[in-house]
């Protein structure tokens, strides 16, 4: 199934953004390029949280896997365009089946491993697969279990791992059938502009929403990471990230099937293995939460146990990035911090330290129109335009420091969800453009975009617009707190007042006060500071390790009218 229309395939090749390569044809070329190369290395605690032992993978052993496994899902009826749901946990299988399902021109659904049958069930009522894929086994979980009643008679069992079910397609144990893919191959044609992937994406409703990508697609983006993070021939990264999403998929595994480099996985997130596989792999690039980067410059004591050396450049996003932070590695440890912000619907905001190299400018800007070469080009292009609309409407914005909603186009944005016509139309402006939901401002005579926050999650005090996201940022340095979340309170005189969610550093409750006086010393206005807190033990997170601002609300909403001292 082709996305595109012909022209607009046509311009994007012309520019050099995309060309008519599949992903599985780029690894085939590196595989016959560098057989003896090490592909693919699980964590070393792999055993813990799934099952088997650590594998390291040579490009040759991955091919002959990737083959394999395409055999097995021809065998059970799979073909092209069938939908694929995969769930698992950072393993060398997992990116094997992407491979493999790239070859014949199978599309890969990939969901959380935290997601049960709740979400598995609308997913499943959107794409309609032909098969899901999990592990045998999974720390705290029963994949097995919560799927089997959903499957029907329309969708194959498959798993990975010991003890296979005999309900299920065991994957590791399919021979090889050479003759069933050599068949499908000359008799398939699988084109670059082919839905390869469906990632899933939520609105305000909750409503899950199938991001559908090509294999260009995924091209046209990769740019945005590998050349800001100075990535060469056959680097090391380190991807502790789901391999479900923009971060890793478009970030991590582009990247690592540019270089022909080794991909060392991760899963879940446990700083300890983390900094371990730093020291024993020697990555070049890797990416982590801001809130790790930022307990990891406080604890000195850690710190120095941490060899960091190989690292050529860090990437970080998914929340505002504290100056202090990216300016403390760059200072103290002579290491880059790269400010990412994505989506799966393909947004390419990125500040690299060649384009800003002040680290203070890249923690809190963007650059407004980023140059890079394309995937198939030799000469810098822009790969994402832009523009700022207000968010209710109206002509676009040209003045400095106005809050407007970021829309988008190019060759890295998708182009509607999948099997969902009213939800794209929302999405879409009438000229094309992809509203983000994001709201931007331009700075310093139009050279920056800065983040001020989501257009829903908008503090409206007294009709002035305040931005949770930048009382965050600042607190993100309070001695006294591990996280804070701002967010809208009701009022029924100013309409809204600021809230505020924390997480101590110590045992003790933090006064407001303390708070106020610290924003206050970094002169905030006034109508911005925090009027009532709310001490959490933990704030809620999604699968992609950001704090789910919606959902601290929601609590802190409880605590009030429980009478819960705040």
Known sequence: MILAGENKRQAYRDSGWWGDKTL?????????????????????????????????????QMREEVDRYAGALLAAGIGKDDVIVIQLPNIS???????????????VSPVAVQYRSHELSAMFGIVEPKAFICGTRMHHADHLGVVRPLLGDAITLMTVGPDAPGDAIDLWTEPARAELLAAHLAATTVDADDVFTICWTSGTTGIPKGVPRSHNH????????????????????????????????????????RIAGTMVLHHPFDPQVYLGQIARERPSFTIAPPAVLNMLLQNEALLAQVDLSSLRTIGSGSA?????????????????????FGSNEGMTLITGPDDVPDPVERASYFPNGLDLVPFYGQTPQRIMASRLVPPEGGEVITAE???GELQIR???VFEGYWKAPEQTAAAFTDDGWFKTGDLFQSEQAGRFLRFVGRCKDLIIRGGVNISPEEIDQLLSGHPLLAEACAFSLP???LGERVGLAYVPRGADDVPLEAVTAFLRERDMAVFKLPERLFRFDTLPRNVTNKVMRSEVRDLALEMMEQGDKP
């Open 218 to 257: 995924w091209v046209g983006i990769a740019p945005g990471t590998y050349g800001p993070a100075r990535l060469q021939d056959g680097d090391v990264m380190l991807n502790p990230f789901p391999l479900i999403n923009m971060a890793s998929i478009g970030g991590i595994t582009m990247s690592w099937l």
């Open 401 to 403: 420091e106005v809050p």
């Open 410 to 412: 190019g060759p890295a």
């Open 93 to 107: 299988e997992f990116v094997s089946l992407y491979f493999a399902a790239a070859r014949i021109g199978a599309i």
């Open 320 to 340: 505002p990035l504290a100056p202090a932070m990216v300016q403390g590695y760059q200072e103290r440890l002579g290491l880059p911090v790269i400010n990412i």
């Open 24 to 60: 599985a044809q780029m690894f085939e070329a590196n595989a016959q390029a560098h057989a003896d190369r090490v592909a693919l290395v699980d964590a070393p605690n792999r055993a813990d949280f799934a099952f088997g032992e650590q594998r390291r993978l040579t490009y040759a």
């Open 491 to 493: 009022d029924p005189v």
